[in-house]
């Protein structure tokens, strides 16, 4: 008999602390106690992650390296070496699954365990947490925080909570795990910012302010109709569950990344077209290089460009057959940027392929699609190319642009990056919309100068995808 059913879902968000740094500090002990940085060195570089040490002086993730190094000229920075995070990741993953099987992954450093069939085997939420922290900090020698919840979302908020403070005396330890039990939720979420709940992205929360909605409290107060009005039907009926506390997103199980994407950011802003096009090209080998070890093809390929002033436009589309070959994905996304009004310098292009599945066996008996420009590509391979010229014309139909190049395998290195090139889950930045293109312009926070994009790791930019993902077109 299952004696979980009936049980209230109990659901387990971890995350570790300081995940890269933290990483760099195992290697380099001799640092311990030291503000230390991960990040961009160059002109343009970023930090990807720091330790609380030096959050103490004010450095966060995302901020402009030479920002960070104003606010603690003493870090030591560290550039960063994704192999080895990728590798330590998998180590922490395999210890959650040895919990549960119903892990989701988010990004590199974080998880939700959905533990509400396990307590049977290992005892309460609090006590299967407790064990978990114990075993990655006993075997693997990290600190990790965790949020036990009903809902994922009631979790995550947890696990934030639970992280250690920092205050510009000192770095206090958090509780390390915090349980939200039921009855707690409404008070425990209420008095949070409106950014700290999904959906909510730096365009939702202006428009919140504008009608004096600070808090998660003041969304519930409020009610749904204001919400719909400010935002849409979508958007507002889910905030507003959101503010209830009403999550039921499940735990998805050995979800696939939700997206695989490249994204560079350039020493100096580029206003050539025919240089972006290749760029693009470049990044779409990455990304099929990246979808080829994962054996995975999309049906969404996502453009991001950004302008030198951080203004941001996604564009996507969504074909009607996964695609997974370079010049496939080039070509779409080159489309998709010859329809971008190239208003100013770009400083960081990215593309993404999201609908990710394996191959359908059909599929790859189709395989190598045709090369642009190839003498015979034969009925099968011309199949395969079908579900991109089909995607071409739409794209053109619907945003216009100039000619489209093929997609030949034109690649400068560009260099800019930070990290050594590695497939990441971009959460969903610029979540398409199904069924066809879509395109926002937004103004987000600074790219971290490398390959790996929205990591859908902590911070109101980066929530895993929960129902509508607004219209702010930030990673959720
Ligand atoms: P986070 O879990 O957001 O951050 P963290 O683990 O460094 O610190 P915290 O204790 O607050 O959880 O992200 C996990 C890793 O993802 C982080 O170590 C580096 C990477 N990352 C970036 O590369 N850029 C970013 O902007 C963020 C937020 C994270
Ligand atoms: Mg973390
Ligand atoms: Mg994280």
Redesign the pocket.
């Known amino acids: 008999m299952d004696r979980s059913v009936g049980l209230e879902p109990a659901i387990l968000h971890v ?7 933290a990483v760099e500090l195992l290697d380099h002990p001799e640092l311990a106690g030291r503000p230390v940085i ?1 990040g961009g060195t160059g002109r343009r570089g970023v930090v ?3 330790t609380y040490e030096a959050r103490r002086f004010g450095v966060r ?2 901020m402009p390296m030479f920002t960070a190094l104003a606010c603690c000229p003493s870090a030591v920075v560290l550039p960063g070496r994704h192999d080895r995070y990728a590798a330590v990741s998998e180590q922490i993953h395999q210890i959650f699954r040895s919990v549960t099987p119903l892990v989701e992954p988010v ?4 998880a939700f365990l959905d533990v509400t069939g396990a307590r049977r085997l290992l005892g309460s939420p609090l006590a299967i947490a407790g064990q978990l922290k114990e075993r990655i900090a006993a075997e693997l020698s990290l600190s990790c ?1 965790i949020g036990i919840g009903r809902s994922k979302l009631i979790a995550k908020l947890a696990s934030e909570q639970a ?1 250690p403070t920092v205050r510009p005396s000192g770095v206090a330890p958090g509780a390390g795990i915090l349980l939200v039990a039921s009855d707690e939720e409404l008070a425990f979420l209420h008095p949070k910012a409106v950014e700290s709940v999904w959906g909510v992205g730096p365009v939702t929360a202006s428009r919140l302010h504008r009608l004096g909605l600070r808090t998660v409290g003041d969304l519930a107060r409020v009610g749904p109709e204001v919400l719909v009005r400010a935002l849409g039907q979508a958007h507002g009926t889910h905030l507003w569950s959101l503010a209830m506390g009403i999550d039921r997103s499940p735990v998805q199980a050995g979800r696939p990344s939700k997206s695989i994407g490249h994204e560079e950011t350039f020493p100096a802003d580029i206003v050539d077209l025919g240089e972006l096009r290749r760029i693009v090209v470049t990044l779409a080998d990455r990304v099929a290089g990246a979808l080829g070890r994962e054996q995975l093809c999309g049906r969404t390929v996502t453009l991001k460009v950004r302008f030198g002033d951080f203004t941001t436009v996604t564009r996507s589309h969504t074909l009607d057959q996964g695609i997974d070959a370079g010049p496939a994905i080039a070509s779409v996304a080159v489309a998709l940027l010859d329809g971008v009004e190239l208003v100013a310098g770009v400083r960081l292009l990215g593309v993404s392929v999201s609908g990710l599945s394996a191959p359908s066996a059909a599929r790859q008996l189709s395989l190598p699609l045709r090369q642009p420009g190839a003498s015979d590509p034969g009925a099968a391979a011309q199949d395969a190319w079908e579900p991109v010229a089909r995607a071409l014309a739409s794209i053109r139909a619907r945003f216009g642009g100039r000619a489209v190049v093929p997609g030949s395998r034109v690649a400068p290195d560009t260099g800019g990056r930070w990290g050594p090139t590695a497939p990441t889950d971009i959460g969903t930045a610029g979540r398409p919309r199904s069924g066809g293109p879509s395109s926002r312009r937004q103004v987000d926070r600074p790219d ?1 100068g ?1 390959d ?1 994009t ?2 859908a ?3 109101p930019d ?1 929530r895993p995808a929960t129902g509508d993902a607004g219209s702010d077109g930030v990673a959720r």
Do not use: R, T, Y
Request: aromatic content about 10%; charged content about 20%.
């Open positions: 995350d570790m602390d300081a995940f890269f740094a991960v990807a992650s720091c993730s995302a990004g590199l450093d974080e925080s992280k971290f490398h790996q929205a990591a790791p902590n911070g980066s």
